[in-house]
């Protein structure tokens, strides 16, 4: 490696490429994993393969092009293509095998990323790769690269969770009216996408008031009311006693747990400790707004019902903001299903965090 300058000059055809694997990247959902894309390319540029990265615990974007391209078994002299990939490949066995020695396997010659992976686990693909004579360059399009995962690396060099705000509410912003009644707010089919979001997170929190007032099971469920496959850890933050028949214990699934504080960055700090990846806020008003005006919630998913109550119980309790200068302000998330979504007769909305 004589000389840097010389490891980040790029051809047409690999600049191509990665804005390939940036495209292919968008089409997985966010999470605990970051989005990732992979081309791979033939010596003089020809597009061999697109794959990309489903989502945690699903294939690594390397393995879904590589088994594209070779179906599994197939032997092909690839030493002279080039994988092209948004991140560093991965290194580490997590919920998957490592992706240095998919490609190390596949006899691919030549490896081009945009971004350094800084989550330590998994770090170090490029030199595993290197010391089996493979070709590596780095800094392709590493703007574009930081900034689809951005809030994914904010929640990797914080060690935390990344972290889902579900609110499910009236135009006028109530998720219960003023006698506490709150079943159904939402449309059936709103109901059922929050489940599909559960069955994709590692935990979901919510406070005390919640488990006294609507005693839910917190499971992910299909609409004929059967149990996901995978179910997320239960978590209940607060002071209060849970009673020991609520709903909440019941026995399935990774299980439950009560944090006996009201600190946000307090419960990440635990769960995270617990191997949670992805953490969803079902809260209550106190919660919803304590995440939040800590700055601690990476992804805001609104289900909007064409409702209104009047009063009722806010969505968020005071977030400290007393002039318009203060306001939080948020952006669509167009990079992955859509910013806005009908389901039935409400809006769903998916925000990340205005870049500042
Ligand atoms: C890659 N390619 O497509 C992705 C990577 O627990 P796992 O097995 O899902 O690994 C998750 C970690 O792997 C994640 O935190 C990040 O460091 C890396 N993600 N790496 O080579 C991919 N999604
Ligand atoms: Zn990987």
Not at 7 to 33: K, P, Y
Request: hydrophobic fraction near 45%.
């Amino acid at each position: 490696e004589s000389a840097q300058a010389d490891l980040r000059v790029f051809s047409d055809a690999e600049v191509l490429g990665m804005e390939t694997a940036l495209s292919a990247a968008r089409q997985g959902v966010r999470g605990a994993n970051p989005l990732v894309g992979a081309v791979i390319i033939d010596a003089d540029g020809t597009v061999l393969a697109i794959g990309h990265h489903r989502g945690a615990g699903t294939p690594h974007a390397e393995l879904d092009v590589i088994n594209r391209l070779l179906g599994t078994g197939v032997k092909r002299d690839l030493s002279a293509a080039t994988i092209i990939v948004n991140l560093e490949p991965c290194n580490h066995q997590g919920r998957t095998a490592p992706c240095t020695q998919a490609i190390i396997n596949a006899g691919i010659g030549n490896v081009i990323f945009a971004i350094h992976d800084p989550h330590a686990p998994a770090a170090g693909g490029a030199k595993t790769l290197r010391r089996e004579g493979i070709n590596v360059r780095f800094g392709l399009m590493e703007k574009e690269s930081q900034d689809l995962n951005r809030q994914w690396f904010v929640a990797v060099a914080a060690g935390r969770p990344f972290v889902t705000a579900r609110l499910a509410q009236t135009v006028d912003s109530r998720i219960a009216a003023a006698d506490g009644t709150s079943a159904w707010i939402t449309s059936a089919q709103s109901r059922q996408d929050s489940h599909t979001l559960r069955a994709r997170v590692d935990a979901i929190v919510v406070g005390t008031g919640t488990i006294i007032s609507d005693n839910p099971r917190l499971t992910a469920r299909a609409a004929d009311g059967s149990e996901a496959d995978h179910q997320p850890l239960r978590v209940v933050m607060g002071l209060r006693e849970v009673a020991p028949d609520a709903a909440v214990r019941h026995q399935n699934g990774p299980g439950f747990v009560q944090l006996k504080t009201h600190d946000p960055a307090t419960v990440l700090a635990e769960l995270y400790k617990r191997g949670v990846g992805h953490l969803m806020i079902e809260g209550g008003s106190k919660i919803n707004a304590a995440f939040l005006a800590a700055g601690l919630v990476d992804e805001l998913v609104v289900y909007l019902a064409p409702t209104l109550l009047g009063t009722g119980m806010p969505a968020l309790n005071d977030l400290g903001i007393s002039t318009l200068a203060h306001a939080q302000r948020w952006e669509w998330d167009g990079t992955t299903t859509g910013p806005v979504e009908r389901l039935g007769p409400d809006l769903k909305l998916t925000l990340m965090p205005a870049r500042v």
